[in-house]
């Protein structure tokens, strides 16, 4: 048996940005002057890592969901979390069979390609915990028996920060299984006149699928053979010593947080044709990777302080791996 071969081919990575780029171009069919966020998105997407996108309302974020989840074909499921949401109601249910006397499982929501948990914040935590398993494991347990999800399997989540009634804080455990979150913030001036201008005039066009999810899938694996220099990786991991050991941190990043960056910074090299991942790469990745599993002591906390600063703090004080130590491999 020939070996699979363990780093990505510059061939390889130039098909990842052409899908890349095709991706991109789609979703900005329906969101205007948002590249930088759809490019992350994507990025997250690649690496096979779930999404949260958490923002004001009216920024986008659904539709950037959505835009995603059709780009990539296949099947997608769009759930409105609410207070009385179920956890049946997302991973399905056993019901009885009459006629053949068992027991038969109806599969939820949850069983599609990519997965749009909208406003996953506005459930109760029991049914937020329903995603914990299938996020983690791309299955679903239901009355001791396992059901496995279709691959790819994605889950793009958004959630609105400022409202407070009706909706409860994800737990770190939830967070931790979000690749990243990002947020898209308003659109500039000549964006938002582009986007009135066209709303005006006609309806948005139908965002079309780009690429099927076996060719996704196929991208994905080229992504995870992205080569990463034995000293960028000791740099991501000092990164994560730093977190742990900040005096203004209650809680630093895991080392599955520390397996994240390497895995987006992969993505990020590939979406820009390169095989191999440069310190540049991380950096870009670091806050939409790091913040959201970063926890606050107190002390900070009543400071004001931030977990995007405390962050800053982190990267500036660790130095960089020189460029050619990151060189091909």
């Known amino acids: 048996m020939t070996p699979a071969p363990t780093t990505a081919t510059v061939e390889d990575v130039t098909a990842v940005r052409s899908v890349a780029d095709a991706v991109i171009a789609n979703v900005e069919t329906v969101l205007r002057g948002k590249t930088g966020a759809v490019r992350l998105a994507l990025a997250c997407m690649l690496a096979k890592g779930h999404l949260l996108i958490e923002d004001v309302p009216g920024t986008g974020k659904t539709s950037l969901a959505k835009a995603l989840a059709a780009s990539v074909g296949g099947t ?23 006629g053949r006397a068992v027991f038969e499982f109806r599969p939820g929501p949850v069983f599609a390609n990519v997965v749009v948990a909208d406003e996953i914040n506005r459930a109760s ?9 299938v996020m983690e494991e791309a299955q679903v347990t239901v009355d001791g028996v396992g059901h496995a999800v279709p691959l790819p399997f994605l889950v793009v989540a958004t959630q609105n920060p400022i409202d407070l009634e009706g909706t409860y804080r994800l737990p770190e455990a939830q967070l931790d299984r979000f690749l990243m979150r990002i947020a898209l913030g308003h659109p500039d001036l000549d964006a938002e006149q582009a986007i009135l201008s066209g709303r005006a005039a006609a309806a948005p066009p ?35 010593r730093a977190t742990r050991e900040h005096s203004a941190l209650r809680l630093g990043v ?21 095989h191999f991942v440069l310190p540049d790469d991380v950096k870009a990745v670091a806050t939409p990777v790091i913040c959201h599993r970063l926890v606050l002591a107190a002390q900070a906390d009543i400071r004001g302080a931030t977990a995007g600063a405390v962050l800053g703090e982190v990267l500036s004080s660790v130095a960089l791996p020189s460029s050619a130590m990151a060189g091909t491999a």
């Open 254 to 274: 895991s080392t599955r947080g520390s397996l994240a960056v390497v895995r987006a910074a992969q993505a990020h090299a590939a979406c820009a044709g390169r």
């Open 206 to 240: 139908a965002v079309r699928p780009v690429v099927d999810p076996d060719r996704f899938a196929a991208l994905q694996e080229v992504v995870s053979r992205v080569y990463v220099a034995p000293e960028l990786a000791r740099y991501i991991a000092l990164l994560a």
């Open 125 to 133: 935590p029991k049914t937020q915990s329903a995603l914990l398993e």
């Open 76 to 98: 997608s499921h769009r759930v409105q979390f609410t207070p009385d949401l179920l956890p049946g109601d997302i991973t399905g249910v056993s019901v009885w069979d009459q």
